[in-house]
């Protein structure tokens, strides 16, 4: 936990693809989720993006009500979302230790390391090579 003027935060970074989030939570009255300065429900257009986002927090099945904020850059849509939600786990469980069984079995705390493969010389795509003729 690190401390600004009055409030104590958590943070914890999230990374998918090229995606990189660097979430804070803390405890407040009432829920707020706020993305790179926009609300989450404005940022994540799709119902899908935001389904993915909220995983962690709905899937505890706490009381807690947290202020979240996420400052997310690279990658697309999805892609972000998923470094979101990998960060947000990351902190939740770094904040209550009892959180981390949970979220470890549903998956939120493995990074997903699947990116695309750089392309390769001689060749279209990463291994795409062009059409071969005999003659």
């Not at 993006?49 to 009381?63: A, C």
Request: charged share 35%; no cysteine.
């Amino acid at each position: 936990m690190t401390e600004t003027k009055t409030k104590k935060y958590t943070e914890a970074v999230g990374r998918r693809k090229t995606s990189t989030a660097r979430v804070r939570i803390h405890e407040a009255a009432k829920v707020s989720f706020i993305v790179n300065g926009k609300d989450a429900r404005e940022y994540f257009q799709t119902e899908e993006s935001r389904r993915l986002v909220l995983g962690p927090t709905v899937n505890l099945g706490t009381t807690t009500k947290w202020h979240i904020e996420a400052k997310v850059s690279g990658g697309g849509p999805h892609s972000q979302a998923e470094a979101v939600r990998h960060g947000l786990a990351r902190a939740l469980s770094a904040n209550n230790i009892e959180f981390r069984p949970k979220m470890k079995s549903l998956g939120y705390l493995r990074r997903d390391p699947r990116a695309k493969e750089r392309r390769k010389f001689g060749l279209k795509k990463a291994r795409k090579a062009p059409q071969w003729s005999k003659r």
